[in-house]
Each structure stands twice: as structure tokens, then as C-alpha cells.
């Protein structure tokens, strides 16, 4: 059977590559082949938000504080837009029937700001991570007076940046369970 045309061309590649012995891979399908060959380590999806509390019991009246760290494990920069964690993150504490607590009236003016002086953009690079200086003390956010066992969660809104550009906006979230006895 005689072959024209494009059909030919395609049958003549596929016998290349057939008797090269040549397969087809797709760039990411290579990269991480190279990177297997070369030891470099494959960077993540996902950038990761860690919650840092130093303990995981607490005395009622106690303070709970909690230190946020963003790693960046992708192979983009990542934008962080306003860093100041009690108003750019997401903060929820749970009790042990899952109800949320509410934030009391110092939480609220510490989440709610009348007046916000300036909000900063942050670029954390590939391979780079940001760790808040500023601990956030959960009990001044929450009534927190009471025994029990607590379920924190926080969300983070993030963008890539890929060659100047940002990119579409993902939400990083963590869960960590604390107890107040």
C-alpha cells in the first residue's frame, strides 16, 4: 500500500522513530527526567503554609500564639499582597462541636482596621520562604477561656508571577488542632 501526502510523512516518522528506537516525551515528562539524572530537586505545585504553635496544649488564659511561614516549593515566584497576618490571612477557630468562634472586640478591630497605613506587596522567590516576624495571639483574637479541643484553620490568598505577569489567584490553607484545659 502506497502512502501520499501527509499520511506518508506520519508513517515515515513513525518508522524513525520506530527503528531509532526514539520515544516521545513531553517537556515536563524531560524535565523531570533531567532533574532525576542531574539530582536537582523537582519543586512542588503547591506552595505550603506551615502554622507554628510552639505547643499544642495550653493553660486556660495562656497565650496562644502561632507564627506563619509560607514556602515557596514551585518553580515561580509567588505575590503575597498586604502581610499583616491578623487582616491577610484568613484565621478561624473551631470548638470541639465545630462551631466558630467569634473574634472578640480586639479581634475585630485588629481584623477589621478603621484606618490601614500602607499595604505592602511581598515576592517570595522559587525555593525561598517567608516567616512572619510578627506572632499572632489567637487568644486576643478568640475568646479562648474555656477548656476544650479547638481546630485552628487559616487560609492565604497567593498569585504567581511567571515572567512579570501575575497569574491566576490560589488560596494556600492549613489545619492544626490545639487544646485548652
Keep these: 500500500m502506497k502512502k501520499t501526502g501527509k499520511s506518508a510523512f506520519f508513517y515515515a516518522l513513525l518508522i524513525l522513530a520506530i527503528g531509532t528506537n526514539v520515544s516521545f516525551k513531553t517537556i515536563a515528562q524531560k524535565k523531570i527526567m533531567d532533574s532525576k539524572k542531574s539530582n536537582i530537586k ?16 495550653f493553660q486556660i488564659g495562656e497565650p496562644v500564639e502561632l507564627t506563619l511561614t ?78 476544650g479541643n479547638y481546630t485552628l484553620k487559616v487560609k492565604r490568598t497567593y498569585y504567581f508571577q511567571n515572567a512579570n505577569v501575575m497569574n491566576e489567584e490560589k488560596v494556600l490553607s492549613s489545619i492544626e488542632k490545639f487544646i485548652i484545659r
Design 42 to 57: 523537582v519543586l512542588s505545585k503547591e506552595p505550603i503554609l506551615e502554622l507554628g504553635l510552639k505547643v499544642k496544649k
Design 70 to 147: 509560607i514556602k515557596n516549593e514551585t518553580n515561580f515566584t509567588i505575590v503575597l499582597f498586604d502581610v499583616v497576618p491578623e487582616r491577610s490571612f484568613e484565621i478561624t477557630v473551631k470548638d470541639a462541636k465545630g462551631s466558630s468562634l467569634p473574634l472578640t472586640e480586639i479581634g475585630q478591630r485588629k481584623v477589621y482596621p478603621n484606618i490601614i497605613m500602607g499595604r505592602e506587596s511581598v515576592h517570595v522567590e522559587s525555593g525561598k520562604e517567608l516567616i512572619l516576624r510578627r506572632k499572632v495571639r489567637l487568644n486576643e483574637l478568640f475568646d479562648l477561656k474555656r477548656a
